[in-house]
């Protein structure tokens, strides 16, 4: 391909992409198609031969399509969204055309400063003091993991790196029952082990973590010679939005010495709106390290997760290695690669700069917003249903609920609904029953979208019951 071609293939997609979006309402949100129905598909061995675009087109939108499940549909309300603005989209375009590997400052100047200055309005977004600086991950995992890291390098006098794990006694890391299953795996990953991630019970309406109960779990384990390393706070939990109250999780955590993360991979974004703040951030600016991702609910392309750090010290002593093909010269830059597990990063601050412009944080702030007052809205509706239960009430845009019946009978519900395909919904579980989850965070969902839910829950009860 020539780039004369590449320029009319690319108006094509783009036109291609216009009408995806503007008729995007009206295909089912999840992929209809059965397992291997899409494999079956593609031939078993690549062609010797070049193949028209032509053709690769046609076969894009016959065999790829119907095995989609589409994110940006504006009746998605299953896990959390994966939200991908126009001005986001079309800064991707950019970067995908420029295609440049950014793991140095002296690799791309533009992207790194550019990263340090978005991280830093968003700071300001999220109203964090001036002292924290941070770093753009490609998920809240990989924050997650850096973080879990730190917090055995630190408690092991940053020697783990250097002669393993073998003798340095069990460390313990703290959290609720609630936490992501990303931090189970981050203490697979770094050699902690899932018996030494200390799960406590989640209390009270927005389910926390018991400050009591921690003080005691690692009063205990000091007694038994264990070696307490890092606590894991969260903000909106993606169960059913657990938040834990940060002031005396911290209180336990200083008193201890001990590094602290804080999850809030989907509901920090909603930290933008001051008046959320008193309720979800108090006390925020005591951990060590923050995780947002703009890829959820601020409409960042994915994927984009923000790590803020109080202090980059320790992670740096964590993760930084400079062989010499990597040293740069001259005055002293940034180079964020030092300052996450992967050596290549993508330009994914363009995207931040281009969605905060496009829309300024009060336009951000009033999808947010609304969100959050039409997932209370259709709570209600569900309530009035016959026989049904609201389990959690809603947090910021999330509630989970039952129908009548069995645990069985849940998912029934939640499979018929997803092969009706007007709305996706996806299960959950909370204290030992199954629940259904209703999330509203799709970027362009619109109160109509969000209402329509009620009736096609009802219309596919009724047909299941």
Same mark, same amino acid.
Request: proline share 5%; charged share 20%.
């Given at each position: 391909?020539?780039?004369?071609?590449?320029?009319?293939?690319?108006?094509?997609?783009?036109?291609?992409?216009?009408?995806?979006?503007?008729?995007?309402?009206?295909?089912?949100?999840?992929?209809?198609?059965?397992?291997?129905?899409?494999?079956?598909?593609?031939?078993?061995?690549?062609?010797?031969?070049?193949?028209?675009?032509?053709?690769?087109?046609?076969?894009?939108?016959?065999?790829?399509?119907?095995?989609?499940?589409?994110?940006?549909?504006?009746?998605?309300?299953?896990?959390?969204?994966?939200?991908?603005?126009?001005?986001?989209?079309?800064?991707?375009?950019?970067?995908?055309?420029?295609?440049?590997?950014?793991?140095?400052?002296?690799?791309?100047?533009?992207?790194?400063?550019?990263?340090?200055?978005?991280?830093?309005?968003?700071?300001?977004?999220?109203?964090?003091?001036?002292?924290?600086?941070?770093?753009?991950?490609?998920?809240?995992?990989?924050?997650?993991?850096?973080?879990?890291?730190?917090?055995?390098?630190?408690?092991?006098?940053?020697?783990?790196?250097?002669?393993?794990?073998?003798?340095?006694?069990?460390?313990?890391?703290? !959290? @609720?029952? /609630?936490?992501? %299953?990303?931090?189970?795996?981050?203490?697979?990953?770094?050699? *902690?082990?899932? +018996?030494? $991630?200390?799960?406590?019970?989640?209390?009270?309406?927005?389910?926390?973590?018991?400050?009591?109960?921690?003080?005691?779990?690692?009063?205990?384990?000091?007694?038994?010679?264990?070696?307490?390393?890092?606590?894991?706070?969260?903000?909106?939990?993606?169960?059913?939005?657990?938040?834990?109250?940060?002031?005396?999780?911290?209180?336990?955590?200083?008193?201890?010495?001990?590094?602290?993360?804080?999850?809030?991979?989907?509901?920090?974004?909603?930290?933008?709106?001051?008046?959320?703040?008193?309720?979800?951030?108090?006390?925020?600016?005591?951990?060590?390290?923050?995780?947002?991702?703009?890829?959820?609910?601020?409409?960042?392309?994915?994927? !984009? @997760?923000? /790590?803020?750090? %109080?202090?980059?010290?320790?992670?740096?002593?964590?993760?930084? *290695?400079?062989? +010499?093909? $990597?040293?740069?010269?001259?005055?002293?830059?940034?180079?964020?690669?030092?300052?996450?597990?992967?050596?290549?990063?993508?330009?994914?601050?363009?995207?931040?700069?281009?969605?905060?412009?496009?829309?300024?944080?009060?336009?951000?702030?009033?999808?947010?917003?609304?969100?959050?007052?039409?997932?209370?809205?259709?709570?209600?509706?569900?309530?009035?249903?016959?026989?049904?239960?609201?389990?959690?009430?809603?947090?910021?845009?999330?509630?989970?609920?039952?129908?009548?019946?069995?645990?069985?009978?849940?998912?029934?519900?939640?499979?018929?609904?997803?092969?009706?395909?007007?709305?996706?919904?996806?299960?959950?579980?909370?204290?030992?029953?199954?629940?259904?989850?209703?999330?509203?965070?799709?970027?362009?969902?619109?109160?109509?979208?969000?209402?329509?839910?009620?009736?096609?829950?009802?219309?596919?009860?009724?047909?299941?019951?």
């Amino acid at each position: 391909m020539d780039w004369d071609e590449f320029a009319e293939w690319s108006k094509q997609i783009a036109d291609w992409a216009v009408d995806y979006h503007k008729t995007l309402a009206d295909r089912p949100v999840r992929a209809q198609t059965a397992p291997g129905e899409i494999a079956e598909q593609l031939p078993v061995a690549p062609p010797e031969d070049a193949e028209a675009m032509e053709t690769v087109l046609a076969d894009f939108e016959t065999i790829v399509m119907p095995g989609m499940t589409h994110w940006q549909h504006p009746r998605f309300f299953a896990y959390f969204p994966a939200n991908a603005a126009p001005p986001s989209m079309l800064a991707e375009m950019l970067v995908t055309t420029i295609a440049a590997q950014c793991m140095l400052w002296q690799t791309s100047p533009a992207a790194t400063e550019m990263e340090g200055v978005m991280v830093d309005w968003l700071r300001q977004a999220l109203d964090l003091p001036e002292t924290y600086t941070g770093v753009i991950q490609d998920s809240a995992s990989s924050a997650t993991l850096s973080a879990v890291l730190t917090m055995r390098e630190r408690a092991t006098g940053f020697t783990g790196n250097r002669h393993g794990l073998s003798g340095k006694g069990n460390l313990r890391i703290y !959290c @609720s029952d /609630q936490v992501h %299953s990303s931090i189970d795996r981050a203490c697979w990953v770094a050699g *902690i082990g899932q +018996e030494n $991630l200390v799960k406590l019970p989640a209390t009270g309406p927005r389910f926390a973590l018991d400050a009591n109960a921690l003080e005691q779990a690692i009063a205990r384990d000091l007694e038994d010679g264990q070696i307490p390393a890092g606590i894991i706070a969260i903000t909106g939990g993606t169960g059913v939005g657990a938040s834990d109250q940060l002031e005396p999780v911290l209180a336990v955590a200083r008193k201890h010495d001990l590094y602290t993360h804080l999850d809030a991979a989907w509901a920090g974004a909603a930290m933008i709106c001051p008046e959320l703040r008193a309720d979800f951030w108090h006390g925020v600016e005591g951990f060590d390290s923050i995780v947002f991702n703009p890829h959820k609910w601020l409409g960042a392309q994915f994927d !984009c @997760s923000v /790590q803020f750090l %109080s202090d980059p010290l320790p992670q740096l002593n964590t993760l930084k *290695i400079e062989p +010499e093909y $990597l040293k740069t010269t001259g005055e002293a830059v940034t180079n964020y690669s030092e300052w996450t597990i992967p050596l290549g990063r993508r330009f994914r601050a363009l995207k931040i700069w281009f969605l905060i412009r496009s829309y300024g944080l009060e336009g951000l702030r009033a999808r947010i917003r609304n969100h959050i007052v039409w997932s209370g809205e259709i709570c209600e509706q569900i309530r009035a249903f016959e026989g049904f239960e609201i389990v959690t009430e809603p947090i910021l845009s999330l509630f989970s609920f039952r129908c009548p019946g069995d645990d069985a009978t849940q998912q029934r519900l939640v499979d018929a609904l997803n092969d009706d395909g007007r709305i996706y919904l996806t299960q959950g579980a909370f204290q030992g029953r199954k629940v259904i989850r209703f999330q509203v965070g799709q970027f362009d969902t619109t109160r109509e979208d969000v209402m329509m839910a009620a009736g096609v829950i009802k219309d596919v009860w009724r047909r299941i019951a």
